[in-house]
Protein backbone atom coordinates (compact mmCIF):
# COMPACT_ATOMS: atom_id res chain seq x y z
CA UNK A 1 0.00 0.00 0.00
CA UNK A 2 2.80 2.38 1.12
CA UNK A 3 4.44 1.44 -2.49
CA UNK A 4 1.74 2.53 -4.23
CA UNK A 5 1.04 5.64 -2.60
CA UNK A 6 4.70 6.91 -2.92
CA UNK A 7 4.52 5.60 -6.86
CA UNK A 8 1.88 9.04 -6.92
CA UNK A 9 4.30 11.47 -5.00
CA UNK A 10 5.80 12.62 -8.75
CA UNK A 11 2.36 12.82 -10.10
CA UNK A 12 1.19 15.11 -7.56
CA UNK A 13 4.19 17.16 -7.42
CA UNK A 14 3.72 17.12 -11.34
CA UNK A 15 0.06 18.44 -10.75
CA UNK A 16 1.55 21.15 -8.43
CA UNK A 17 3.84 22.54 -10.92
CA UNK A 18 1.82 22.58 -13.83
CA UNK A 19 -0.66 24.81 -11.54
CA UNK A 20 1.86 27.42 -10.79
CA UNK A 21 2.79 27.31 -14.48
CA UNK A 22 0.03 28.25 -15.79
CA UNK A 23 -0.67 30.97 -13.56
CA UNK A 24 2.28 32.53 -14.48
CA UNK A 25 1.59 32.69 -17.65
CA UNK A 26 -1.42 34.46 -16.98
CA UNK A 27 0.69 37.57 -15.43
CA UNK A 28 1.84 40.34 -17.54
CA UNK A 29 5.39 40.70 -17.23
CA UNK A 30 4.98 44.33 -17.10
CA UNK A 31 2.62 44.99 -14.17
CA UNK A 32 5.45 44.56 -11.52
CA UNK A 33 4.17 45.18 -8.31
CA UNK A 34 5.13 48.64 -6.43
CA UNK A 35 4.97 49.45 -3.01
CA UNK A 36 4.75 53.34 -3.72
CA UNK A 37 1.58 53.23 -5.89
CA UNK A 38 -0.87 55.54 -3.56
CA UNK A 39 2.74 57.25 -1.60
CA UNK A 40 4.16 60.15 -2.54
CA UNK A 41 8.22 60.48 -4.08
CA UNK A 42 10.55 59.26 -1.89
CA UNK A 43 12.76 62.33 -1.12
CA UNK A 44 16.14 63.07 -2.50
CA UNK A 45 18.38 65.34 -3.19
CA UNK A 46 20.30 65.17 -6.65
CA UNK A 47 21.65 67.43 -8.82
CA UNK A 48 20.26 68.75 -12.22
CA UNK A 49 21.24 67.11 -15.55
CA UNK A 50 21.89 70.65 -17.20
CA UNK A 51 23.03 72.55 -14.26
CA UNK A 52 25.60 70.42 -11.42
CA UNK A 53 25.02 73.16 -8.93
CA UNK A 54 21.48 73.26 -9.17
CA UNK A 55 20.21 70.51 -6.43
CA UNK A 56 16.13 69.07 -7.13
CA UNK A 57 14.22 67.33 -4.70
CA UNK A 58 10.76 65.70 -4.58
CA UNK A 59 9.15 69.33 -4.18
CA UNK A 60 10.20 70.06 -7.52
CA UNK A 61 8.26 67.19 -9.33
CA UNK A 62 4.99 69.20 -7.50
CA UNK A 63 2.00 70.81 -8.91
CA UNK A 64 0.41 69.20 -11.56
CA UNK A 65 0.06 65.58 -12.55
CA UNK A 66 2.99 64.33 -14.65
CA UNK A 67 4.65 61.21 -16.10
CA UNK A 68 7.91 60.45 -14.40
CA UNK A 69 10.47 58.66 -16.91
CA UNK A 70 13.39 56.81 -15.91
CA UNK A 71 15.81 56.46 -19.06
CA UNK A 72 19.39 55.73 -19.99
CA UNK A 73 21.76 56.27 -23.13
CA UNK A 74 22.84 53.38 -22.57
CA UNK A 75 19.30 51.74 -22.55
CA UNK A 76 18.17 50.90 -26.48
CA UNK A 77 14.50 50.53 -25.44
CA UNK A 78 14.88 54.65 -24.51
CA UNK A 79 15.86 55.51 -27.67
CA UNK A 80 12.80 53.61 -28.81
CA UNK A 81 10.58 55.10 -26.98
CA UNK A 82 11.97 58.76 -27.09
CA UNK A 83 9.90 59.57 -30.61
CA UNK A 84 6.51 59.08 -28.52
CA UNK A 85 7.69 60.84 -25.05
CA UNK A 86 8.49 64.22 -27.21
CA UNK A 87 5.11 64.05 -29.23
CA UNK A 88 3.16 63.64 -25.87
CA UNK A 89 5.23 66.63 -24.21
CA UNK A 90 4.84 68.38 -27.64
CA UNK A 91 1.62 67.87 -29.25
CA UNK A 92 -0.58 67.06 -25.83
CA UNK A 93 1.46 69.51 -23.15
CA UNK A 94 1.78 66.74 -20.78
CA UNK A 95 4.49 67.43 -18.33
CA UNK A 96 7.23 64.61 -18.47
CA UNK A 97 10.07 64.60 -15.34
CA UNK A 98 12.88 62.50 -16.47
CA UNK A 99 15.73 60.56 -13.92
CA UNK A 100 18.56 59.96 -15.93
CA UNK A 101 19.40 56.41 -14.53
CA UNK A 102 23.30 55.30 -13.90
CA UNK A 103 24.53 57.70 -16.64
CA UNK A 104 27.34 59.86 -18.18
CA UNK A 105 25.93 63.19 -17.64
CA UNK A 106 27.69 64.19 -21.16
CA UNK A 107 27.02 61.66 -23.33
CA UNK A 108 23.19 62.39 -21.73
CA UNK A 109 23.05 65.72 -22.71
CA UNK A 110 24.36 65.21 -26.16
CA UNK A 111 21.73 62.43 -26.14
CA UNK A 112 19.06 64.86 -25.39
CA UNK A 113 20.33 67.21 -27.91
CA UNK A 114 20.85 65.23 -30.85
CA UNK A 115 16.80 63.41 -29.99
CA UNK A 116 15.79 66.58 -28.49
CA UNK A 117 14.60 67.00 -24.95
CA UNK A 118 10.53 66.35 -23.62
CA UNK A 119 11.51 66.28 -19.93
CA UNK A 120 10.75 69.88 -18.01
CA UNK A 121 13.32 68.54 -15.51
CA UNK A 122 15.66 66.33 -15.73
CA UNK A 123 17.18 64.55 -12.57
CA UNK A 124 21.02 63.15 -12.21
CA UNK A 125 20.78 60.17 -10.87
CA UNK A 126 24.15 58.85 -10.98
CA UNK A 127 24.37 56.20 -8.74
CA UNK A 128 21.15 54.69 -9.20
CA UNK A 129 19.81 55.82 -5.32
CA UNK A 130 16.73 57.53 -6.18
CA UNK A 131 16.01 54.91 -8.68
CA UNK A 132 16.60 52.30 -5.81
CA UNK A 133 14.39 53.95 -3.82
CA UNK A 134 11.61 53.44 -6.32
CA UNK A 135 12.12 49.74 -7.10
CA UNK A 136 13.40 50.39 -10.63
CA UNK A 137 14.33 47.21 -12.20
CA UNK A 138 15.91 48.90 -15.00
CA UNK A 139 15.09 51.60 -17.74
CA UNK A 140 12.92 52.26 -19.10
CA UNK A 141 10.32 53.12 -16.48
CA UNK A 142 7.47 55.71 -15.95
CA UNK A 143 5.21 56.46 -13.42
CA UNK A 144 2.30 58.43 -13.25
CA UNK A 145 2.26 61.45 -10.45
CA UNK A 146 -0.43 63.04 -9.18
CA UNK A 147 -0.36 67.35 -8.55
CA UNK A 148 0.91 66.56 -4.67
CA UNK A 149 4.20 64.40 -6.54
CA UNK A 150 2.33 61.10 -4.95
CA UNK A 151 2.71 58.45 -7.67
CA UNK A 152 -0.18 57.28 -8.98
CA UNK A 153 0.68 53.97 -11.35
CA UNK A 154 3.56 52.35 -12.70
CA UNK A 155 5.07 51.25 -16.42
CA UNK A 156 7.88 49.02 -16.91
CA UNK A 157 8.91 48.94 -20.11
CA UNK A 158 8.22 50.85 -23.76
CA UNK A 159 6.12 53.96 -23.92
CA UNK A 160 4.48 53.54 -27.31
CA UNK A 161 1.00 54.73 -28.33
CA UNK A 162 -0.28 51.70 -26.76
CA UNK A 163 0.63 52.37 -23.50
CA UNK A 164 0.15 56.07 -23.91
CA UNK A 165 -3.46 55.51 -24.39
CA UNK A 166 -3.75 53.87 -21.06
CA UNK A 167 -1.70 56.24 -19.13
CA UNK A 168 -3.51 59.53 -20.67
CA UNK A 169 -7.17 57.95 -18.79
CA UNK A 170 -4.80 57.72 -15.74
CA UNK A 171 -3.64 60.73 -15.67
CA UNK A 172 -7.15 62.54 -17.22
CA UNK A 173 -8.62 61.02 -14.42
CA UNK A 174 -6.60 62.46 -11.52
CA UNK A 175 -7.23 66.73 -10.02
CA UNK A 176 -5.32 68.66 -12.53
CA UNK A 177 -5.44 67.10 -15.68
CA UNK A 178 -3.39 65.73 -17.56
CA UNK A 179 -0.98 69.05 -18.17
Not at 60 to 81: F, I, M, R
Not at 129 to 145: C, M, Q
Amino acid sequence: MMRRLILFIPLAIFFVMGIFLWRGLQLDPTELPSALIDKPMPAFQLSSLYDESRTLTERDLQGKSALLNVWATWCPTCKQEHAQLNKIAREEGVTIYGINYKDDRTKARDWLQRYEDPYVINIYDEKGTLGLDLGVYGAPETYVLDRNGVIRYRHVGEVNEKVWQQLREIMQGLDGGAS
